[in-house]
């Protein structure tokens, strides 16, 4: 493996892809978080979709990146945590193919990796034209967005009755809108509304 950022061919440009080690981490790079993802897990993804990139920080909302709480398992377009159990790292990943946005959960299974797709929208969202209404002005980019969940206990006013997490988790965020947690159970993601 490399220690050095690499370039997970031209389509993965965008979001600088790098194997230091072998665990995912999202990195400070130039002022910006960046994920890094071992060679095993960026080769099962290459190999689910080589045209799937994840949204730069950048191209979210500017109010949104000032207040997101940034750590090293957590971006707006990446969480990190052991999504099944196994006691191996997975990766929730929300960005878009050449047509379409997606969320998909690279996740450790057996002595590999698959990917899961948890989410497919009906187009592409363009984060120089997509805005946001803030009160006396606009910004421009993505207002959905994710952030990590450990396991415990979760209420929502919004189930009818409280989550007890065994896993870690993520949550996928409408920005000052609506909130859906995901979470594994009996083999596969399972949805549980926070917000709304």
């Not at 950048?58 to 052991?82: H, M, R, W």
């Not at 006396?136 to 396991?151: A, N």
């Not at 009818?160 to 859906?180: G, H, I, R």
Request: charged share 20%; hydrophobic share 35%.
């Amino acid at each position: 493996m490399t220690s050095v950022n690499i370039i997970l061919s031209v389509v993965f440009s965008t979001c600088l892809l790098s194997a230091q080690g072998e665990k995912p981490t999202i990195q400070l790079v130039n002022g910006e978080h960046v994920l890094s993802l071992p060679d095993p897990m960026r080769s099962i993804l290459q190999s689910y979709d080589s045209t799937f990139v994840i949204w730069r920080q950048s191209e979210y909302l500017p109010t949104l990146v000032k207040d997101y709480a940034f750590f090293e398992f957590q971006s707006p377009s990446a969480v990190i945590g052991d999504f099944n159990g196994d006691g191996i790292l997975d990766v929730a990943l929300q960005g878009h193919d050449k047509t379409t946005d997606l969320l998909l959960c690279v996740l450790s299974r057996g002595a590999g990796y698959e990917v899961q797709e948890i989410q497919k929208g009906p187009t592409l969202t363009d984060s120089k034209s997509e805005w946001y209404g803030m009160g006396d002005h606009k910004e421009y980019g993505q207002w959905v967005y994710l952030t990590f969940q450990p396991k415990g206990k979760v209420n929502s006013p919004f189930e009818n009755q409280t989550l007890d997490l065994k896993t870690d988790a993520f949550e996928v965020e409408y920005f000052e809108k609506a909130s859906v947690l995901y979470y594994w159970e009996n083999g596969k993601f399972n949805s549980f509304t926070t917000g709304d």
